[in-house]
């Protein structure tokens, strides 16, 4: 399928590039668009409508299941671009 943004597989450290809603009040229609953005993390969850990267894990008890930390869950409609960083 065209226009299908491959995503790195989970773990994965990456680079996302996508594009943010914006909101604006009286300014000129030809101003209004998307914010464009760059997000960096580690890829904790996919699916067919979002993309949850991780931007800090908090360290755990051992034997603790579910992770916690700071994650952006991205729409999958609006990345445009997913790249892995290699360590």
Do not use: Y
């Given at each position: 399928?065209?226009?299908?943004?491959?995503?790195?597989?989970?773990?994965?450290?990456?680079?996302?590039?996508?594009?943010?809603?914006?909101?604006?009040?009286?300014?000129?229609?030809?101003?209004?668009?998307?914010?464009?953005?760059?997000?960096?993390?580690?890829?904790?969850?996919?699916?067919?409508?979002?993309?949850?990267?991780?931007?800090?894990?908090?360290?755990?008890?051992?034997?603790?299941?579910?992770i916690e930390?700071?994650?952006?869950?991205?729409?999958?409609?609006?990345?445009?671009?997913?790249?892995?960083?290699?360590?």
């Open positions: 399928m065209a226009g299908v943004i491959k995503l790195a597989a989970l773990n994965s450290l990456v680079e996302v590039f996508w594009e943010d809603i914006t909101s604006h009040v009286n300014v000129e229609l030809r101003e209004v668009k998307p914010a464009p953005c760059r997000s960096f993390g580690v890829i904790v969850k996919k699916s067919d409508k979002f993309v949850v990267i991780a931007t800090s894990i908090f360290e755990r008890e051992k034997g603790e299941k579910e930390g700071d994650f952006l869950a991205i729409p999958t409609g609006t990345i445009r671009e997913c790249r892995q960083i290699k360590p």
